[in-house]
């Protein structure tokens, strides 16, 4: 199967991917220094706070390359012979058994590649209500809040939320104001 059926494929579902992915953020038994959670942090920061001099790229990279060089992260070929000829496979780098902890996060990592691969990672996101702080997938780019109930309840908590909704009513006013009497002066057009 090549790339492009893959894509059209609908076992290739972000979805999927996406809510297995938040269901084990969410979870309670995972490894303090979870690689899951680290590249999603990372990739958050790399995308959302480019100031134009430094970026998170070069860790990234260097994480990366680092969890695909641990046991059951990493693929590897390997030869072996089948009757009188041979076959070349890609297998799970699995030197050693792994413990329970490490082998944790390897599903979730396995689907966090997949949703990079349709740049989709960085839509994995905490909700930014603080005391909810939720792991949640943004199905909009700017999706901050994992519910409408966390969005009002962060708005209600922003002290210059007011000022700012009684500017936007004023100014939404007036543009229909203006839309209004445009139209009406346009109004014999057919
Ligand atoms: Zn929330």
């Known amino acids: ?18 809510d297995f992915i938040v ?5 309670s038994d995972r490894p303090p220094d979870d690689p899951v959670e680290r590249w999603i942090v990372l990739e958050g920061h790399h995308l959302r706070e480019w100031t134009g001099e430094s970026n998170y790229r070069d860790e990234i990279v260097k994480f990366l390359n680092d969890m695909f060089s641990r046991p059951g992260f990493g693929w590897r070929r390997v030869a072996t012979s089948i009757g009188n000829y041979y076959d070349i496979k890609s297998q799970l780098n699995l030197e050693r058994p792994l413990s329970p902890a490490e082998a944790k996060p ?10 990079f691969s349709l740049g989709l990672l ?18 909009l780019a700017y999706q901050r809040f994992h519910s409408d109930e966390c969005r009002s309840a962060a708005l209600a908590a922003d ?4 000022q700012r909704r009684a500017k936007y ?19 014999k057009k057919p």
């Open 169 to 187: 009513m004023r100014e939404n006013r007036r543009t229909k104001k203006n839309l209004a009497l445009a139209r009406k002066k346009g109004g």
């Open 159 to 162: 002290p210059g939320r007011k």
């Open 23 to 27: 269901e084990y953020l969410n979870g």
């Open 106 to 115: 390897i599903p979730a990592f396995n689907a966090a590649l997949e949703l």
């Open 122 to 139: 960085d839509r994995i996101r905490r909700c930014a209500h603080e005391e909810c702080s939720k792991w949640f997938y943004a199905k």
């Open 1 to 18: 199967m090549t790339k492009k059926d893959k894509s059209l494929s609908h076992a290739f579902e972000p979805g999927r991917q996406a």
